[in-house]
């Protein structure tokens, strides 16, 4: 047994819920249906607060992994620079211009190469864990 009810929507409203029906192929009555028992459900907060919680957990562990990457690449960047300042001598004064000209050609393959690593979903974290992970391997394998 069904009571009838009778109510008005905004015509935005009234829209959305049309189109949600026509979308899902199911009445506009069993949607309302359905959402007012949602809606007035006394576990709807519950479930509510326990999907939020998961979405959280999952960006937690997204942005701790982004905290991870930025962290490798940081301390990949300033190891290569304090090598490069502590091994590089200073140019004579007549071969900067020949040395820039080089860095340019060098820094246009280096972009280039670059470009390509990144076509390929190449990781610097991915390759720093696989290599890690292949010399605790030999480390173990080598009895010595």
């Known amino acids: 047994m069904r009571t009838k009810h009778t109510f008005r929507l905004p015509p935005k409203l009234a829209g959305q819920l049309a189109e949600y029906a026509i979308r899902k192929r199911v009445s506009q009555a069993l949607v309302v249906e359905t959402a007012l028992a949602s809606f007035l459900s006394p576990d709807g907060a ?4 326990a999907a939020l919680s998961r979405r959280l957990d999952r960006l937690s562990r997204q942005a701790d992994r982004l905290e991870h990457h930025v962290e490798i690449s940081n301390e990949a960047l300033a190891l290569f620079v304090r090598f490069w300042l502590t091994s590089t001598p200073p140019l004579p004064d007549g071969a900067l211009a020949a040395a820039q000209a080089k860095g340019r050609e060098r820094y246009a393959g280096f972009v280039e190469a670059l470009g390509r ?3 390929k979903g190449a990781s610097l974290a991915r390759e720093l864990s696989e290599d890690v992970a292949a010399q605790a391997d030999d480390a173990d394998a080598d009895p010595a």
């Not at 519950?46 to 607060?49: A, F, N, Q, T």
């Open 117 to 119: 690593r990144m076509a």
């Open 46 to 49: 519950d479930r509510l607060e």
